[in-house]
């Protein structure tokens, strides 16, 4: 770790070697680096990639920002505005530097460099100044170093990074972000590389590497790659369309969320399909805020703490260097207040506080917030509808006055008080960007192959006692009966368990997990990206038996510590875990794009759940035509209906919300609704085709009303 070295608080080059006694050794313990330099050289590349290298141990990742060499005529080339011309200007700029390297670098050094551009790891922008005729070229010599606990190291002075800089009479002087009197000064070399980085400096523009001159790097490699390729690196936005006053680039549904949360006086609800990139949309808000205003605090909660990490690397990637606050992080009140005091003395232009749900919701964490300006403060909640909760409702920072919630499902299933206590809150759902308008634009389109699946005998015997005791109990005076309503929550809770955990499911898994190896086979290819979505308590026995057919698999629970989740699905993506079984772990939050085939072991009747779960699989992903959801949707048989009748409607309309929902947005719709149109037909039931699950609560809400009325 960066605080275990013994760091002097000058570097001087008439006592060190610069490179070898500070920069390899910072850059050997981080996981983020940010340099910003003068001249793009192949002698400088020399001297910089001696450190770097160790960064891809460290799952890490670079981001350099240099300057051209470049004369008059140059300058003026790159400021045609079209984007393709100034892309080839600065290519021509570049040309005889990147041509240089095969001479100037050894053959490894050249090699880990070109891989490490190929793969994201090591990225460069290019400072040009806005108006040449000032005569200023970008000559920074900054440079901030960032490990795995969020310690940072910042440096700044003269050396130059050239081939004859360690000749020079060099020095640098060395900031620490855990010595309280130095840490304003490793955020604002942070901050200002940052907004340098995105197009946010007044003096210099920044343009990224020229494709042609990417391509020309990348082809410099041999062999194979000469590291892991599980890597974890800082990646830039996805994008379409540009938004240049930012150097943020959204594509258009996005702007146009931002602009109606705007037109709503800062304040609204994102309800937007899992995977249409809610977090950049509300990072890019709060950007918006931060250029209008000057100055931003910004408050974001999540729900989960492995959440955290994957936000902090998007805030970091819009300039915001959050303070996680956590039960694994204790030192959270201190570092709130000692970057509020500097936040409010005006020694930093923004702040930024990243806590999970349960932190957020204590009087701990609202007396650290207190104080916060409430016109230059935003809150961001995730997933909202969690923060519904009576227990959490305390986590959404009443003083604030900008109020961002993001949700795929914001309403809270059978709560309606939860549900309106966040409308109120954030003044109700300012923009909606539903599934069917994001397939094919932002997510992957998708096949629907319903599995039906019968109960046991025995199992449909216990199904019709739950089913006959819920509906005694149901006819009872909850009011004048204490614990009858928890007595029926148990009840519907166990019948719930009996669907998700049919015993006939697994036998038909294996079977469809064997036809799929078949046609693998066939085709000569491996079979790989399926994502197994199982009951609780039933994942041992899955993971046993999808083994036992000779494929790489691996679980997916809670047991799996926050260090390994991210190389499972870094191995689940490069295929060298076939199958991944999860339970809850996998409802929210976390990106599994590669995720070609998912089946449905066990869903609840809660929309959040499987709306979820379907997103996660519709990322886009690189040879990503579609995903295929196969769902196990648990069926009647006909034969000797009318003998439970009740019993047999009551499963059905269970299962059909789910059914209808998925059907509706897949490619495949008719053909999916045709599984299903016998048995509903026999159970004169065919109008559930056309109920979702939102139908169903609205009808029985109003049955409810009905009956308090009556």
């Not at 080059?13 to 920069?23: G, K, N, T």
């Not at 940072?152 to 003269?158: D, K, Q, Y």
Request: charged share 25%; proline share 5%; with cysteine.
């Amino acid at each position: 770790m960066l605080r275990d070295l013994n760091l002097m608080p000058v570097y001087d080059s008439a006592e060190c070697d610069l490179v070898l006694d500070l920069i390899a050794p910072l850059l050997a313990q981080s996981q983020e680096y940010w340099r910003g330099v003068g001249f793009f050289t192949s002698g400088w590349l020399r001297t910089a990639c001696a450190g770097i290298v160790s960064l891809v141990g460290n799952s890490g990742s670079a981001r350099i920002v240099t300057s051209p060499i470049m004369e008059r005529n140059d300058w003026d080339a790159l400021q045609v505005g079209d984007a393709a011309k100034r892309d080839a200007a600065l290519r021509d700029v570049l040309r005889e530097q990147v041509s240089d390297l095969p001479r100037a670098l050894s053959r490894d050094t050249l090699d880990v460099l070109a891989w490490m551009v190929a793969d994201g790891i090591l990225e460069f922008r290019f400072a040009i100044p806005r108006d040449f005729r000032t005569g200023g070229d970008y000559h920074d010599k900054v440079g901030v170093f960032a490990d795995s606990s969020d310690d940072v190291v910042a440096i700044h002075g003269s050396f130059n990074d050239s081939a004859k800089g360690s000749l020079n009479g060099e020095a640098f002087s060395v900031f620490t972000s855990w010595n309280d009197g130095q840490r304003p000064y490793v955020e604002q070399h942070r901050a200002r590389l940052a907004k340098l980085w995105l197009h946010g400096n007044t003096q210099f523009q920044v343009l990224p590497l020229p494709a042609a001159i990417r391509d020309q790097i990348v082809r410099l490699r041999t062999g194979s790659r000469p590291y892991s390729s599980c890597h974890n690196p800082v990646s830039t936005p996805s994008v379409e369309t540009s938004q240049p006053e930012q150097g943020i680039r959204l594509r258009p549904y996005q702007q146009e969320a931002i602009t109606a949360w705007k037109t709503q006086n800062c304040r609204g609800i994102f309800e937007m399909a899992t995977g249409t990139g809610k977090t950049f949309t509300a990072l890019a808000a709060a950007m918006d805020r931060s250029v209008a205003l000057e100055r931003i605090a910004v408050i974001v909660l999540v729900p989960y703490l492995h959440l955290l990490e994957q936000w902090r690397q998007h805030c970091e990637e819009f300039g915001f260097f959050p303070i996680l606050c956590s039960g694994n992080h204790p030192d959270w009140p201190k570092e709130v207040r000692s970057k509020k005091q500097d936040f409010r003395l005006g020694a930093l232009p923004s702040m930024c506080i990243l806590a999970v749900h349960q932190t957020a919701s204590t009087d701990r964490f609202a007396k650290a917030v207190a104080g916060l300006s409430p016109e230059t403060t935003l809150v961001i909640a995730d997933e909202v509808h969690g923060l519904g909760a009576p227990r959490l409702r305390n986590a959404l920072v009443p003083f604030v006055d900008m109020r961002l919630g993001l949700s795929a499902t914001p309403r809270r299933w059978y709560d309606e008080e939860g549900t309106n206590a966040l409308l109120s809150f954030f003044s109700g759902i300012c923009f909606e960007y539903p599934l069917d308008q994001a397939i094919g634009t932002a997510l992957t389109p998708y096949r629907y192959l319903p599995i039906l699946t019968h109960f046991t005998n025995r199992e449909m015997d216990a199904y019709e006692d739950l089913s006959r005791s819920i509906a005694a109990l149901s006819c009872r005076d909850f009011e004048r009966e204490p614990g009858l309503e928890e007595r029926l929550k148990k009840l519907l809770l166990r019948r719930a368990q009996l669907v998700s955990a049919a015993e006939n499911k697994l036998p038909l898994l294996l079977n469809k997990l064997r036809a799929l190896m078949r046609g693998s086979e066939v085709s000569g290819t491996e079979l790989k990206h399926v994502l197994v979505y199982c009951a609780p308590g039933t994942h041992s026995a899955v993971l046993s038996a999808v083994a036992s057919l000779g494929l790489r698999c691996h679980e997916f629970v809670h047991t799996v510590t926050l260090d390994n989740r991210q190389k499972v699905l870094c191995q689940f993506a490069d295929g060298d875990i076939q199958v991944l079984v999860a339970i809850h772990c996998l409802d929210e939050g976390v990106d599994i794009p590669a995720t070609k085939t998912a089946f449905f072991l066990a869903s609840t009747t809660n929309p959040k759940e499987f709306v979820q779960r379907r997103g996660r699989i519709l990322r886009k992903a690189k040879g990503k035509t579609h995903a295929d959801v196969l769902d196990f949707v648990v069926v009647p048989t006909t034969e000797h209906a009318h003998l439970r009748r009740e019993a047999d409607l009551s499963l059905l309309r269970r299962e059909m919300p789910r059914f209808a929902e998925f059907a509706a947005s897949a490619s495949n719709e008719f053909e999916a609704r045709a599984t299903l149109r016998d048995i509903l037909d026999a159970f004169e039931m065919l109008h559930l085709l056309d109920l979702k699950p939102w139908d169903i609560y609205h009808q029985v809400m109003e049955s409810v009303e009905i009956k308090d009325r009556s």
